[in-house]
């Protein structure tokens, strides 16, 4: 149960993160299924592997599209970026944002250490 006090976003979504029935899913359809003034979706931290930067963004333009919504966020009323989801809603997993396999060799806190 929500406390009967205002919160901000990001204790809601830790909250619908930490429920037994909650999850991403759950914030996403609280958000009706897009993107909202509270939330903000990134597919990765950077571009696929191998990708050639004369032909699409390099990871310069990724960080700066992910400070962008942060700055964003903070400047409004607060709220969450989900990473390891495109622009639809659509989970594509943390892969994309960890090349070099930190989470695999090291586990989740490294692969965050190294995103933080």
Do not use: C
Request: proline share 5%; no cysteine; charged share 25%.
């Amino acid at each position: 149960m929500l406390p009967d006090r205002q919160i901000d976003a990001s204790v809601m979504v830790d909250w619908i993160l930490h429920h037994p029935e909650g999850g991403v899913a759950k914030i996403i359809a609280l958000a009706g299924g897009g993107e909202t003034d509270w939330l903000e979706f990134k597919a990765a931290l950077g571009p696929p592997t191998g990708q050639d930067p004369e032909k699409g963004e390099n990871a310069a333009d990724y960080q700066w599209h992910v400070a962008r919504s942060l700055i964003a966020l903070a400047n409004n009323h607060g709220g969450v970026l989900l990473l390891g989801v495109d622009d639809r809603g659509w989970g594509v997993g943390l892969e994309a944002s960890d090349p070099r396999g930190i989470e695999k060799k090291g586990g989740f806190d490294s692969f965050v250490r190294t995103v933080a």
